[in-house]
């Protein structure tokens, strides 16, 4: 609950969710055995988690219909969690045939976005985990939770602080202490963003809160930065900045690995992420897409690569 | 000092620096007339200070070299200060006979920045000032200093704490205590943005300080927010985030008026300026130039512009 001052020796550990956010906004299917490639060059640059695909039904996202394919052809070991979002039992099922050691679940912090996406309240939401909760404890998998829109929905604006609240008890009862805050729409402020997250740790000190922002309206690293600043120390990004932000069709969605390990790395705070990996992944999915990359480090560089400063100097004067 | 964990009840002040920093930048020059009456509706926004345009040599930067025609047309009012850029007396000379109200002096903290953009080291730009400052007390103008490439230098890197405190207390001897502080190169971070405007206040408590901050590396935000928590109220941006990185020409340049705004206005921070207002001024300086806008709000909607919840929910699931 410190103020970032001073060069901190503590270390981030940022999630990669390119694999199933980044794939699932593209305007067209890609090939499994690309997917495949990148994740493998994923797993290269030292994430200690990857988000690799969702096991939703085929027709309600077509390209994720390989899920179970891409978990057979990915370099697993055992120094990356490979995690999958999962929607129902029957997505429950078909991750455990794949061997997925770690499932995410999903729910939306109001209900007119919950009846959007999921057409059920978001307290039927949580009645319906119940059967996945005890499958997944049978299995050994590992669960997580998540709450999307939690800064903000799309449809009725401001989420109050007692949703959250009322929405992480009910977690808790059902045994998931890790959460996942996803700022789906990009409605997060820095100031939001240190007040829920502070208020979410008195309540619940004994839960790890994550952060899944987007930067639809330029605040994504303000409020990691705020988060941060609360204790938050797991993020999530995607290469080449890839997944947009659903509600609003032109703008920036999740904010860029890139932008976010070497964001964490110049305030001195570790990431353990092999940045040139990074951005020579982000290079090659930028080629697929004509070029089309939603990184400020993509475009600009790194802060270290440095320019020749120009041999004939020109004066700027009357 | 304070960490923005609640509403405030403070405001900010915000100079709108596109006439002069985005023109600058545009590869084409923009008709006087368009900019008038830019600069017209921008008055209109609500601005208490507008950076109009630069008095250098017009072989230098040509978009410009009307800055007395501009000067000239705009409905100046007593409610805004307009500020321009003059890099020598020649300047000078021109922009007291256009009556500008505040001038605004030009340097850089490294010398090879200054080598290339002023033909000079940081010390002689320095002592080249002292002429200017005793025209502007013989005529009334109001003068501010600056500082470009003070969080970062695009060919020497990081640029020492102390060539920051030695260039202001040079300011201060010339009787210059208002200066602006710029990330022209994009390479600061909420860390260091931190720590410098901290150690400025303490050395310099009877300065006023505001910070030009670009988004080359998607951090302007954050820096700014970290900024404002270390007492700075004045910053400068561009309307539809006009004005590109000179040393990164593909990458974003100055931070919008619409997401600086947006973002301080969502804190609870007041900026006294009509968002709607600078949000019809961004679109049509878009139309200009193809539709090419580097704005967060311009591209994404404010967040109080909420969407219809679809009316035929689809179920996602397997």
Not at 82 to 103: C, D, H, M, W, Y
Not at 216 to 226: D, E, H, K, L, Y
């Amino acid at each position: 609950m410190r103020r970032l001052e001073k060069l901190s020796t503590e270390t981030v550990t940022i999630t990669e969710v390119c694999p199933r956010d980044g794939f699932q906004n593209l305007p067209r299917v890609l090939d499994t055995d690309v997917k495949v490639r990148v994740i493998n060059e994923l797993i290269d640059c030292g994430f200690n988690q990857i988000e690799v695909s969702s096991f939703v039904h085929p027709k309600a996202i077509p390209q994720l219909q390989d899920a179970e394919e891409v978990f057979e052809k990915i370099n697993r070991n055992e120094n990356v969690t490979f995690r999958a979002l999962v929607p129902n039992l029957k997505g429950l099922e078909r991750a455990i045939t794949s061997k997925v050691e770690k499932i995410k679940l999903m729910l939306s912090a109001s209900d007119s976005h919950s009846l959007s996406n999921a057409n059920c309240l978001t307290a039927e939401a949580l009645e319906g985990f119940k059967p996945l909760v005890e499958k997944c404890s049978e299995n050994r998998v590992t669960l997580t939770g998540s709450i999307s829109v939690a800064f903000g929905c799309p449809y009725e604006g401001k989420v109050p602080l007692k949703r959250l609240i009322d929405i992480c008890k009910k977690y808790g009862e059902l045994g998931i202490k890790e959460i996942s805050l996803a700022d789906t729409a990009g409605m997060a402020n820095p100031v939001l963003t240190r007040k829920v997250v502070k208020e979410l740790y008195k309540q619940f000190p004994d839960f790890k809160f994550s952060l899944h922002m987007h930067n639809t309206r330029g605040m994504a690293f303000a409020n990691i930065v705020a988060a941060y600043e609360e204790g938050i120390r797991d993020f999530d990004s995607s290469v080449a900045g890839f997944g947009g932000c659903p509600y609003s069709p032109n703008a920036s969605g999740n904010i860029s690995t890139e932008d976010l390990v070497h964001g964490f790395e110049e305030m001195g705070i570790s990431t353990g992420i092999d940045l040139d990996k990074v951005l020579e992944t982000g290079r090659c999915l930028g080629k697929l897409y004509n070029g089309h990359v939603d990184s400020f480090i993509l475009k600009a560089g790194k802060n270290s690569d440095l320019k020749i400063s120009p041999k004939q100097q020109s004066k700027i004067g009357n």
